[in-house]
């Protein structure tokens, strides 16, 4: 194995010593004998079992082909924390993610629509086949082919002149680097909602993604790409609400100067 370059004795021990947890300790977490744990750190065990490797992934969160074939110690600190927080970087440096889609009688992938009361659920279920099976499926046209698409509520006025309690259509977005202020749901991990924001990738920076609003009322908001589970791209929204002539810029400077007359007429009291 080591004739092939792969990682898994010294990963091991480098993330052992990340946690900052003795060899005793971690091997009673696993359930195995410290003098195991000891050859695997120092690499005389040359056939791995697959019971070991499925151990160690499960105990670390992280996949046996990175284990095996990512050198980790040379990975920076922020994408040590992805693959900490569940998004599995390769050897390309791209994620792994899996997205549960489901298909109608012909083979062509459905429309999921997420409603308001999934909303909760979502977070927990993005993944599971059996919770996006569950979701209501429309079948809508003029949508491109070969793209997977998703529907979601909207809530606020962060992004107007789209109207909040809308439908907005999304594309399922493979690859962050590319977003340039695009309209996207964004997916928190640790957040029971779906921001509908101007996404910007910052990866080759600092790993963030700047999420900024339309509406000027609401400030730029930077997240860790790892806190984020999936990313939207706007491609459409269905909304019941009969666009109002009056742009936004217009509504604020009304805005101001009935203001304005308001802080005259308390002067003149």
Not at 9 to 20: D, I, T, V
Not at 184 to 205: A, G, P, W
Not at 213 to 235: C, M, Q, R, T
């Amino acid at each position: 194995m080591t004739s092939q370059n792969f990682y898994w004795a010294s990963n091991l021990k480098f993330l052992r010593n990340r946690k900052k947890i003795s060899q005793e300790f971690m091997a009673e977490k696993l359930g195995i004998a410290r003098s195991k744990l000891a050859m695997q750190e120092t690499g005389a065990v040359k056939n791995l079992s697959l019971e070991d490797l499925i151990k160690f992934s499960e105990y670390f969160k992280i996949s046996i082909d990175t284990l095996l074939k990512v050198d980790l110690a040379k990975l920076g600190e922020l994408r040590l924390r992805e693959l900490e927080a569940g998004n599995d970087v390769y050897i390309s440096g791209g994620r792994i993610r899996v997205l549960s889609i489901s298909v109608d009688k012909n083979n062509k992938e459905n429309v999921e629509f997420v409603p308001v009361k999934a909303k909760a659920g979502y977070l927990a279920g993005y993944n599971d086949p059996t919770y996006i099976g569950k979701l209501p499926k429309l079948s809508l046209p003029h949508l491109p082919e070969n793209k997977t698409f998703r529907m979601f509520p909207t809530e606020g006025d962060s992004m107007l002149p789209i109207p909040e309690n809308c439908l907005v259509i999304t594309e399922y977005v493979t690859d962050w680097t590319g977003l340039k202020k695009t309209p996207c749901i964004v997916i928190m991990r640790n957040e029971q909602t779906f921001l509908f924001k101007m996404v910007s990738s910052q990866i080759d920076t600092n790993r963030t993604m700047l999420l900024h609003s339309l509406n000027p009322a609401y400030e730029d908001k930077e997240v860790f790409a790892g806190d984020i589970a999936e990313i939207w791209k706007y491609h459409s929204h269905i909304t019941d609400v009969i666009p109002s002539s009056e742009t936004l810029i217009e509504e604020l400077l009304r805005t101001v100067n009935e203001i304005k007359v308001d802080v005259k007429s308390l002067k003149d009291v």
